[in-house]
Nanobody, 123 residues
Framework: QVQLVESGGGLVQAGGSLRLSCAAS????????MGWFRQAPGKEREFVAT????????NYADSVKGRFTISRDNARNTVYLQMNSLKPGDTAVYYC????????????????WGQGTQVTVSS
């Protein structure tokens, strides 16, 4: 069992930056693919970014490419999402998720989810 706890959300003006963190419990963090997702009010949860076990491979949604960066520190059991040039359209609850083993290709393939952290971008 893995527990994920997100932090770092808040209110920021458009053009600003935030760094989200997701701390994971357990000793096998380095065997998990990690992902960030977000869900805006009235919308479905959508993919933001994912990172491989070692951090050597990353993937981003087109809407955040070039503005967001996912990274991980396996010694600290933590994955990060650096968000720059934020837009009002980035407003959502942000969730981190973990999948052990194979690279996930869909939301439902993730095994564990955090409780989410709110990000609000004002115009």
């Amino acid at each position: 069992q893995v527990q994920l706890v997100e932090s770092g959300g808040g209110l920021v003006q458009a053009g600003g930056s935030l760094r989200l963190s997701c701390a994971a419990s357990g000793r096998t963090f380095s065997t998990y693919y990690m992902g960030w997702f977000r869900q805006a009010p009235g919308k479905e949860r959508e993919f933001v970014a994912t990172i491989s076990w070692s951090g050597g491979s990353t993937n981003y949604a087109d809407s955040v490419k070039g503005r967001f960066t996912i990274s991980r520190d396996n010694a600290r059991n933590t994955v990060y999402l650096q968000m720059n040039s934020l837009k009002p359209g980035d407003t959502a609850v942000y969730y981190c998720a973990a999948r052990r083993g194979l690279r996930p290709t869909a939301l439902y393939e993730y095994d564990y989810w955090g409780q989410g952290t709110q990000v609000t971008v004002s115009s």
